[in-house]
Each structure stands twice: as C-alpha cells, then as structure tokens.
C-alpha cells in the first residue's frame, strides 16, 4: 500500500480535531480548530455548514504542515462526528439553512405529539428505540414540515453532519447506517430505510439518502475538496460514523457484549451485541459501526462537569495558583485521602436532569446527609462518587434488563486520566475497570481504525481487538464492597424520594 496515514475528523460541537494515525491507530499529531454555535431563540441551537467545512479543512492543512506530511502519504479520510444534526440539502448540493444540531430541543411539542400518534411512549420505545425527546431526528424533522414547508418542499436530501462533510468531499450525499439509526426511520434488521414507518409518520422517505456502512469507501477528494484540505483529489474517503459508534471502537471494546463507559463533560454507557433488543429506561438500541452488530447507548448529561463544577465552586482558589498545574491532579489526591463512601454523603449528579438510568428533566442535584463534622474533601469524593453510582445504576439495568452479563468494562474520554475515579468506579460498580491508551482520543482512534477496515487492512472489527492496548486495569476492592452496597441502595431511594419535589420546584420553570 503506498501511503501511511489515516486522517481521522473527530467532529464535535465546539470544535473539530483532525487526528493524523496509521493504520494501527498510533497517533501522530492533532490539531483543533473551534466552530460556533449560534442560539436563534431559546432551546435552538444551530451551526453553519460552512464552519463545520472550515474546521475540518484548516485543521487538515494544519496538520500536513506542522507533521511535514506529503499529501502522497495520506491513505484515506474518515469523519466521525456530532449526531442527530439536520441539514437540508438542495438538488445542486447547497445547505438550505444553518444545520439543526442534537443541542437543539426547539422539536419538543413535535415530540409528544409523534408519541401521541404512537399511542403510548413505550410503543414508540418498542418501535424505534428510546422515547422521542426534542433533540430527536424525526421531530426535527416534523418541526420542519410545520415551520418550513416551502424548504422542505425544496429539499433535496436530508443529511446529518458526517453526511454534509462526506458530500462535500466527494459529491455524494450518503447517510451512514450509524447515523440513519439515530433517525428512528431506520430498520437494524434489514439496514434499509423503513418505508413502513416513513409512510406512517409522513416522513418524505424520498428525501433521506442512500446508506452505506461506516467502514465503506463513499468516493475520492473532488478536485475543489482536495484543493481545500491540501491533499491528492481521489485521496479516499471512508464512509465514518457517528461519535458514540465510533468511540465505541476506540475502546477496543468490539466483541460480543463488550462494553465501555465514556467520561466525558456528559458520559454514556456503551454495549455492542448482535442481538438489537428494543430500548427502554433510556437505553437506546443503534447501529454500531461494525456492521454485523447493533450498539445499545444509555446516556447520562452529566458526568465529567460534576468535578468540573466542584472544581469551579470549591478549589477556586487553588485553581488560580500557579504553582498548581492541572486542579484534577490536585483533587485526585485528595479524594484518595478520604474514605470510601465520603464518611455517608450521597451525591446525586443530575445537574441538568437526566437521561438515564431515569429519564426525568426535573430532577437536580442533592448533597444528603451532610452534618458538621463534613468537610469539603467528603463533598469532592462525594461527588466522584456520585458519578460512580450512577454508572452502577446504568450497568446493573443493563444487566437485569438487556441480560449483559460481563465483570469488565473499558473506560474512555477525559475523565479517564484520573486514576483515583477509575478506581472509585472500579469498587462502585463491582466490575474490573480498563483504561486504554490515549483515552481521550478514542473517538479519533476509533474512526482512524474504521478506516483502516475500509482499506482492508483489517478482516473485520473483531481484528481491532489486538489493536487497543490495555494500559491499566482497577480491580474492585473487596473491603469497600459494603459500604457501598449500602450507599447504592441509598442513592437508588434519593430519587425515587425526592421525584415529587423536583417536579414541584422545577414543572413551571422548565414547562411541561
Ligand atoms: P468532552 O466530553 O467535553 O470532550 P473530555 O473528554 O475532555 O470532555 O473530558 C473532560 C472531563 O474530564 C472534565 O470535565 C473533567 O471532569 C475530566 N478530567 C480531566 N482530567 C481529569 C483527571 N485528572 N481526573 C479526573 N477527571 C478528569
């Protein structure tokens, strides 16, 4: 194969970062560049194609320069990027207005009524996977039949983000199956568009565009999109999936009920299995960017911003030392130096509400059980806590409910770096804990790695497994298994106590 590079866009909401790797995932360099996000009116959130373009074209340009990489040199280009965005694309291939982002909830009174037209929430989650929200595809999509008409009259094709850049690369317009899965209009059994439900809903299957696998090769660089990166026109450009998907393969987590945990400023639980069980407790059942296997994603909002805002409210000072480097560094030590179950403190982490394991917009956030002889290193490993015990919560429907049986789980993105945490969700959740290398470029890794299927380089997904190298494992300790047995029950019965008062604190504020 001539050539060594893969270019792997990791597209995310406030930025894109372009990864250069080989075909082994090893990286090489990065570089970022931010795109905004405008907010018309409250609950909309919306971006400029052409910033998205911008992004991925300066980095890319960066990138070759600064690693003194010939354009000759890069094997392909894949994108793996923001879900659940809308972008109305007409016949000649021009964004008919600023693309829907998954930030924008503008589709809410959309959303029940699709689900009215459902009958019931649960039958929409049997049908399609989760509960249908505002930030969903197919309200989206409604908002649009009822607000614009005339655009959607004029649409040619509906795209996501990876779909947008994808066009624009090659003069295609593709939706990968990851993506289409996230629409609710996408049958995980035949891996078509579902007609049936496209002429139930109105939906103007028409419009939606033809699918392909993420590990596909969708065309080459047309000469006006190499010009703008810099690289070869034809260079390749594999199909790409959505972030989750594609960070899913970055934590090497691909066989058979394999699992990860993502820490991120939100967080999710990820399992890929060839059974596509239908979604409930906020569990949604997608298409995994390995093709032969579905991917079922629990999301919580809140995960990393919970230290984040500790951080920022009660080491404020120490944040503004400058002998202090990283205040993470500083509250990892700490936290090690409290004991397991922060001397009884119960953190509830649902700053923003939450998604799962209850899907509940009203509820917040709870310190319980604090008394006088607290201080604020019980509330910070608390709070590290707090975290942790939600994962259980997550895991343990995944067991009870989707029957995922296994004792480890691998852990990605920026909260990875922190041991102590890793090792705090270790003895919460009962499980063996895995940290993989470069952890908070496993969305990138991933990506670069689908690509690298898309070349041939590797038979199947399952080949990647050898790929991801294990720097670190975290086994649970035995002696902390009680108390926070106990602790866990608490936590379970904070929400299930304080529901009503959320509700009443929260309902007018937030709407109905
Ligand atoms: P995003 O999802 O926004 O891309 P990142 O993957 O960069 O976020 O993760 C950011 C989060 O990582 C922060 O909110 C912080 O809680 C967490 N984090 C960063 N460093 C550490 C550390 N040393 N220990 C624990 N958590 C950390």
């Not at 199956?177 to 609710?184: E, L, N």
């Not at 035949?190 to 596909?216: I, N, Q, T, Y």
């Not at 790409?240 to 058979?256: C, I, M, Q, R, W």
Request: glycine share 10%; aromatic share 10%; hydrophobic share 40%.
């Amino acid at each position: 194969m001539s050539g060594k590079y893969i270019i792997a866009h990791d597209v995310g909401t406030r930025g894109s970062k372009a990864v250069l790797t080989d075909p082994e995932g090893r990286i090489f360099g990065s570089a970022f560049e931010n795109h905004e996000v405008h907010y018309p009116q409250s609950h909309w959130a919306e971006q400029e194609p052409d910033d998205w373009w911008r992004a991925v074209t300066r980095s890319t340009q960066r990138l070759l320069t600064e690693g003194q990489v010939a354009p000759g040199d890069v094997l392909c280009m894949i994108f793996s990027t923001q879900m659940l965005g809308i972008i109305p694309m007409d016949a000649e291939g021009a964004p008919l207005r600023p693309g829907i982002i998954w930030l924008d909830g503008r589709a809410g009174p959309q959303a029940k009524q699709l689900m009215r037209k459902l009958i019931h929430p649960r039958i929409f989650a049997a049908v399609v996977g989760a509960e249908a929200t505002g930030k969903d595809v197919l309200p989206k999509l409604m908002w649009l039949q009822q607000n614009e008409p005339d655009l959607v009259a004029r649409t040619h094709k509906f795209l996501d983000v990876n779909g947008y850049l994808v066009y624009r690369s090659t003069g295609r317009m593709v939706a990968d199956w990851t993506a289409a899965s996230v629409t609710g209009l996408f049958n995980l059994k035949s891996k078509k568009w579902d007609d049936f439900l496209m002429r139930f809903l109105g939906a103007p299957g028409d419009k939606f565009p033809e699918l392909l696998p993420s590990s596909e090769q969708v065309g080459g660089l047309t000469t006006s999109a190499a010009r703008d990166f810099g690289l070869l026109e034809g260079t390749p450009i594999i199909c790409g999936a959505g972030d989750a998907p594609g960070a899913a393969v970055g934590s090497g987590a691909v066989g058979e009920g394999e699992g990860h945990i993502y820490l991120g400023t939100s967080g999710w639980v990820g399992v890929v299995t060839e059974k596509s069980p239908t979604g409930r407790y906020g569990v949604a059942t997608i298409q995994s960017a390995d093709p032969t296997k579905c991917f079922l994603i629990a999301e919580t909002e809140t995960a990393g911003i919970c230290l984040q805002w500790i951080a920022d409210q009660f080491y404020r000072r120490e944040q503004s030392d400058p002998a202090v480097e990283n205040v993470f560094a500083l509250m990892d030590a700490v936290v090690q130096e409290v004991e397991a179950g922060a001397g009884r403190i119960i953190f509830t982490p649902w700053m923003y509400g939450e998604r799962s394991p209850v899907s509940d917009v009203y509820v917040r956030s709870t310190f319980l059980n604090l008394s006088c002889d607290h201080q604020r290193e019980h509330m910070l490993r608390a709070v590290y806590e707090g975290v942790a015990y939600n994962l259980r919560w997550i895991l343990e429907i995944m067991r009870h409910k989707f029957g995922w049986q296994q004792d480890v789980i691998r852990v990605i993105g920026g909260g990875a770096r922190g041991d102590p945490w890793l090792q705090i969700i270790a003895d919460v959740t009962g499980k063996r804990v895995e940290k993989v290398a470069n952890p908070r470029q496993a969305g990138a890794v991933g990506a670069a790695l689908v690509a690298a299927i898309g070349l041939g380089v590797y038979p199947d997904f399952q080949a990647l497994k050898k790929v991801i190298q294990v720097t670190r494992t975290f086994d649970p300790r035995a002696e902390n298994a009680e108390i926070y047995d106990e602790l866990f029950d608490a936590y379970k019965k904070v929400y299930r106590a304080l529901k009503g008062i959320h509700r009443q604190l929260n309902q007018e504020r937030l709407g109905d």
